[in-house]
């Protein structure tokens, strides 16, 4: 039998931990490892997943959705994905602002956009 040692490397033990207290706003949750990560923000894995659970409002089928988009993005690391509701109904239809205009860009891209504006980097 060989026995081989490697040095403290690029991979931890411990898992990265945070704590939110959920209220009524808080429709699902997408935990997933770091090869859907590494390829979609979470604005990304949000955004996808509510157009799932909003066509067809299976936590499994959203899973395998996410999946998809990350394998489709060129994941170099295994995917894993398990979407949780915390309701039965689908998502409901978000309205940003005062409803008169649409939106089709993320908080994060808008976020970006008011820091390239005012010269921030």
């Excluded at 704590?19 to 997933?32: A, I, N, P």
């Excluded at 770091?34 to 499994?60: C, F, M, T, Y």
């Excluded at 309701?87 to 602002?97: A, F, I, L, S, T």
């Excluded at 939106?103 to 976020?111: F, I, Y």
Aim: with cysteine; aromatic share 6%; glycine share 8%.
């Amino acid at each position: 039998m060989i026995l081989l040692w490697c040095p403290a490397g690029p991979l931890i033990a411990e898992p990265e931990i945070t704590q939110y207290k959920l209220d009524s706003e808080d429709e699902f949750m997408v935990l997933g490892c770091d090869g859907l990560w590494d390829v979609l923000s979470s604005q990304r894995a949000v955004e996808v997943a509510r157009i799932s659970l909003k066509k067809h409002n299976d936590p499994q089928q959203c899973a395998n959705e996410l999946v998809a988009e990350a394998v489709g993005k060129h994941s170099s690391d295994n995917v894993t994905v398990i979407v949780v509701c915390f309701g039965e109904d689908p998502p409901k239809k978000r309205v940003y602002g005062n409803g008169r205009f649409s939106r089709n860009v993320s908080g994060q891209g808008l976020s970006r956009l008011a820091s390239l504006l005012t010269g921030e980097q």
